[in-house]
């Protein structure tokens, strides 16, 4: 048998926790008390309800055990887990931790079950919207020092599992598992900011690693080993996601290492693989001799040297304050913050930082010569200011180390990246295309919507200047064919094609994503090139980018599957027959269509009975000007072999006869900017193909429908281009003044439609 068989970790106040450790020498189990603090939703807090009034214990008892003792199984599936079932419920001698009722609470059983039944049928009704409330920013490293008081008082008891009340109640059918590693804490808190955003999507573990506990690394590794073994046999078909920060790192990768048949994906915040290569190594050694009454200071100061208090600060800063109040609450709460890190010295008092620091040296050496054996997935996050590892060359390390690694750089951010403000790891995982439900990605089944921090984060902080420099105006065509201001022409019901025009370098694109999410609460999903998610144009420090954030408001590779699953669930699908030729165009060619030959789309829409939507969009000559295009850069030397490097890698979409659009080449043209104008849309009337699938089976037909749009399409970009010189507020000086003689929130007016 291994160190340890089984734990399991409840975290509902007024429960036991149940551990069974071999070393024990009785090899009797062991309970411990636990009671939390923090804060839950109100569905969580029923179910805490129901369990506290009727004062069930968690206890071991034998599979075999008297008949007259009945066991509750909707409250045990409420206390382990979900389907009633404790992955770790399985100890020696074949004993299950259960709740038990025994007769005198069989009377209020029906009750249990009735409640549980009906916070089960509320659970299931929810669904994920466009714009969810992921609650990203409620919780902060206050919450973490002041949940870890609770969890650090000594019980004598090993490792062990627990789910945090934020992340009881995934809303996502048939969740995948992640298992969180603790750092150098081991408390199992280093998630806290992120509970409630990943606990509605993934069914979450946290290993807690007891202060005063000594498990020698390779025990550790074999203990969670277990577990993991154990879940992947009861879903052998369903991904594994570690969660791994610092020291959680190594263990993440030691775990792939032993287990490559596993579907594992890693996701390590600054391993610490490369412990060894630490600044502060000539330190550690005099933290052994220090006198035990200079210790308290310690801790206080790695914190500095770990993280930035001023990031930690800054989550729970609303981003839309003006200055003068946001400074206000940033001073208040750092305020707040200083004094409770010093808490940091109960949390890891001497005697374990000091053993801390040698099982990181061991488990850095331990994971470093298992490298070769790692097959999984790997996302790594690595922090540029991290005072304590070398994250960011460590980062670049693994990423020509291992088969299938991932980099995000966060180059202002420290050691203790997870607690810090700017990154939203459910954000990360969706921008890289690692959330899945299977063994295999599907690019639209396993989707998930954006929230709305993530639309405020995109929309108000890395796209705000291009939102106000662009100052879009949308018009719509109504079946009777009167165009209005906005997106009411624009059928809400789908499924609908968008098909038009691609600006130069996908300009338009932000500002038609936020209209449709802002105005309708519809999202629309681009079909964009394969290679923005194929990884070719990914480097060993890859910061969080544009690229990024159109993988997060639901782009898909270019594909007839694709294209098949949305229109299958009735999505808001935007398309551009004219793909990179036109989004790469040369000098002259603003606003010319280079559409294929074959009606693409046609038929395909049909087969939904989708209704297609033409438009144009006029402005990019307003914003940007062009001044180094495809045969511009051939000819300087160098560049254009890297433009050939490039455009080799590039995967080709469409055949050789397609012509002019499938022989572009990929690159990035020169661009500078111009004193703003404005970005214009205008969408045509919605034309309809349902009951027309018979029909546009015949090539003839589809053709007809195919120029149809296309001529469509270049009627909406002349009107705009002739309407636009109506406009008073084109310039953006115009609209300043406008602004401030009015409201900065007004809504600018434009020409009449």
Not at 386 to 393: H, V, W
Not at 457 to 485: C, N, P, W
Not at 494 to 516: A, D, I, K, Q
Not at 625 to 640: A, F, R
Request: with cysteine.
């Amino acid at each position: 048998m291994g160190m340890t068989s089984v734990f399991n970790f409840s975290v509902l106040p007024g429960f036991s926790i149940t551990s069974c450790d071999n070393n024990n020498n009785n090899k009797q189990p062991r309970s411990f008390s636990y009671s939390s603090s923090s804060s839950s939703s109100s569905l969580v807090r029923k179910v805490q309800s129901i369990n506290s009034n009727n004062d069930h214990s968690t206890v071991l008892v034998p599979s075999d055990s008297d008949p007259e003792t009945l066991i509750s199984n909707e409250l045990a599936s409420s206390l382990l887990g979900k389907n009633g079932r404790n992955p770790n419920n399985t100890t020696n001698n074949g004993r299950v931790a259960v709740p038990v009722v025994t007769n005198k609470d069989k009377k209020n059983d029906d009750n249990i079950n009735n409640n549980n039944n009906n916070i089960r049928e509320k659970v299931k009704q929810v669904v994920l919207e466009n714009l969810w409330d992921d609650g990203y920013g409620t919780q902060s490293v206050k919450d973490y020092l002041g949940a870890a008081k609770d969890m650090i008082k000594p019980d004598g008891g090993p490792p062990r599992w627990f789910t945090p009340l934020d992340c009881s109640q995934p809303l996502i059918k048939d969740p995948p598992l992640l298992f969180f590693l603790p750092g150098l804490d081991g408390v199992g808190l280093g998630l806290i900011l992120h509970h409630k955003t990943i606990g509605k999507v993934f069914d979450v573990r946290c290993l807690h690693i007891p202060v005063y506990d000594r498990t020698p690394f390779p025990e550790l590794v074999k203990l969670v080993e277990q577990t993991l073994r154990l879940e992947h046999a009861l879903s052998p078909n369903k991904p594994i996601y570690l969660v791994g920060d610092s020291f959680g790192g190594c263990l993440a990768l030691a775990l792939a290492a032993r287990n490559p048949n596993i579907d594992l994906v890693l996701i390590l915040s600054n391993p610490a693989t490369s412990f060894n290569r630490s600044n502060l190594q000539p330190l550690f050694p005099l933290l052994e001799n220090l006198p035990d009454e200079l210790h308290r200071t310690v801790p206080y100061l790695l914190s500095f040297i770990m993280g930035d208090p001023m990031k930690m600060a800054m989550v729970t800063i609303e981003k839309k304050l003006p200055p003068v109040e946001a400074y206000e609450q940033l001073s208040n709460t750092l305020i707040g913050l200083l004094p409770a890190l010093s808490g940091l010295s109960d949390i890891i008092p001497k005697e374990t930082l000091v053993w801390k620091l040698k099982l990181l040296s061991s488990a850095s050496a331990y994971t470093n010569s298992r490298l070769h054996a790692v097959k999984a997935e790997v996302l790594v996050l690595a922090s540029g200011k991290d005072y304590m590892l070398p994250s960011a060359d460590e980062a670049q390390r693994l990423h020509r180390v291992l088969k299938n690694c991932t980099v995000r750089y966060f180059k202002d951010n420290g050691h203790t990246l997870l607690l810090e403000d700017g990154i939203n790891l459910l954000t990360v995982i969706k921008s890289t295309c690692k959330y899945r439900r299977s063994r295999k990605l599907d690019m639209v089944l396993d989707f998930l919507p954006p929230s709305k921090s993530e639309y405020n984060q995109a929309f108000e902080g890395m796209v705000g200047l291009l939102r106000y420099a662009a100052s879009s105006v949308m018009f719509s065509t109504l079946q009777d064919g009167t165009i209005v201001k906005g997106l009411a022409g624009v059928p809400s019901e789908g499924p609908v094609l968008l098909v038009g025009y691609h600006m130069l370098m996908g300009l338009e694109l932000f500002s038609l994503v936020e209209e449709f999410l802002k105005e309708k609460r519809i999202l629309v999903h681009g079909i964009a090139h394969p290679d923005l998610f194929s990884g070719k144009l990914e480097t060993s420090l890859n910061e969080f980018s544009m690229m990024d954030w159109l993988k997060v408001f639901g782009a898909v590779p270019v594909s007839g599957p694709n294209l098949f699953r949305l229109l299958q669930r009735k999505s808001h699908v935007l398309l551009y027959p004219g793909g990179a030729r036109e989004a790469l165009h040369y000098k002259g060619e603003e606003y010319k269509l280079f559409w294929p030959k074959q009606q693409e789309f046609v038929r395909m829409a049909a087969r939904f009975g989708a209704t297609i939507v033409p438009f144009g969009v006029v402005g990019e000559d307003d914003l940007v000007e062009l001044v180094l295009d495809y045969n511009d850069l051939m000819q300087i030397p160098i560049v254009n072999d890297y433009v050939k490097d490039m455009a080799s890698q590039a995967e080709r979409i469409r055949d050789e006869t397609d012509g002019e659009v499938a022989n572009q080449s990929l690159f990035i043209p020169g661009i500078l900017p111009k004193v703003p104008g404005r970005l214009y849309y205008f969408f045509g009337k919605p034309i309809q193909t349902k009951g027309r699938e018979l029909e546009l089976k015949d090539k003839g037909k589809a053709n007809e429908l195919y120029l149809e749009v296309k001529s469509e399409v270049e009627r909406n970009i002349a009107y705009l281009l002739k309407k636009r010189e109506e406009d008073p507020y084109r310039n953006i000086l115009d609209r300043t003044l406008y602004q401030l003689l009015q409201s900065s929130s007004s809504d600018i007016p434009t020409f009449e439609p």
